[in-house]
């Protein structure tokens, strides 16, 4: 175990240095989320409850972007490529190249939340996290949840040329209705009942109340219900329909 989780570094350390040789990628994951800060906060700086609402959701959205979306992508690129094929042929555990993956993207989510944070700080007059734990539980809790349903979602995806249409076809709707750019509880009912439904909403929800509202686990207890719920679906479907080599090589 030692071993591999010391190859798990190295991998991770890896996959670093290549997202940092990527500089479109960096834009993407690190200042589009504060463009959209930038863009509503214009629109909104006469309202501070419209700014409390948003700089939590483009948190929540900043997270999906990092775990679903990019490892979506990404995976869907790497098995496409030949990639995942011949590291599963290399000496590397296999479990400690995911994990070096895995660790990737949760860094850019921590990474995006910060920013997020000191951004609404500075920018937007919302205090410093009221709840710390809270905080970081949810950013764990939807870390997990939305990387293993992006891992699932990879093997629908047919090919890379697909894979931003795969991809958007739920986040682009998902950040809608969850509410990330509006109170949820403004919407018609039925897309307050979709949005209940989505993990997003909760993981919204428990950042808002560590950011904002303050209110505690114990009040957002049902929305990590909800968000373990979502995370074992996409866990049990990530792990069944892995494939490391692309469906054209069948």
């Known amino acids: 175990m030692p071993d591999s989780l010391t190859l798990a570094w190295y991998q991770f ?6 997202f940092w040789r990527n500089p479109s990628a960096a834009f993407f994951n690190f200042l589009l989320p504060l463009l959209f800060l930038a863009l509503f906060g214009a629109i909104f700086s006469g309202s501070q409850k419209d700014l409390n609402v948003i700089v939590p959701g483009i ?3 900043s997270i999906m972007s990092t775990t679903f979306s990019a490892l979506a992508m990404n995976l869907t690129f790497l098995r496409e490529q030949g990639v995942l094929k011949r590291m599963r042929g290399t ?5 400690s190249y995911l994990l070096g993956v895995f660790a990737n993207a949760v860094t850019n989510a921590c990474i995006q939340l910060t920013i997020v944070v000191l951004a609404g700080k500075v920018l937007f007059n919302i205090d410093w ?6 905080l970081m539980v949810y950013l764990g809790a939807g870390v997990t949840c939305l990387a293993a349903l992006g891992v699932a979602w990879s093997h629908v995806i047919p090919n890379f040329d697909a894979a931003p249409a795969y991809t958007n076809i739920i986040f682009l709707p998902v950040i809608f209705i969850s509410g990330v750019f509006y109170d949820v509880g403004n919407a018609p009912q039925f897309l307050r009942d979709i949005a209940q439904a989505l993990p997003l909403t909760h993981i919204i929800d428990g950042l808002s109340g560590a950011l904002v509202s303050g209110r505690s686990l ?3 207890w049902s929305g990590l219900v909800v968000i373990a719920i979502w995370a074992a679906v996409g866990i049990f479907f990530a792990i069944r329909g892995f494939r490391w080599e692309s469906r054209r090589s069948d």
């Open 59 to 61: 948190a929540g959205m």
């Open 91 to 95: 000496p590397l555990p296999e479990g």
């Open 13 to 18: 350390r890896l996959e670093r240095r290549m």
């Open 129 to 134: 996290p009221k709840d710390w734990i809270e």
């Open 218 to 220: 114990q009040d957002n």
